[in-house]
């Protein structure tokens, strides 16, 4: 995954709360999800993406989502609006 779209994003929605609640929006263009994510919480995210017919792709770690996103803690789903 490049983690160059997630700095090129017009905004990010970072953490589990906020991703779901963009996705419902319909504010949502790609859905960033953690490889290592808690499975349940993937699971949630993955049926809020489809609902919402956005295309989703993984990033190595939450840890390297959480860099990325400029935060010092782990990720487990960024959604992007370009």
Known sequence: MSYEKVAQAKHLFI????TVKALKAGKVN???LAS???PVIK???LQAASTADVPVTYADS???LG???GINVGAAAVA???
């Not at 953490?15 to 906020?18: H, L």
């Open 67 to 69: 860099i990325a996103c």
């Open 30 to 32: 790609e859905l960033v």
């Open 36 to 38: 290592d994510a808690d």
């Open 43 to 45: 699971s949630m995210l």
């Open 15 to 18: 953490g589990t709360r906020q």
């Open 80 to 82: 992007i609006q370009m």
């Open 62 to 64: 939450m840890k390297k």
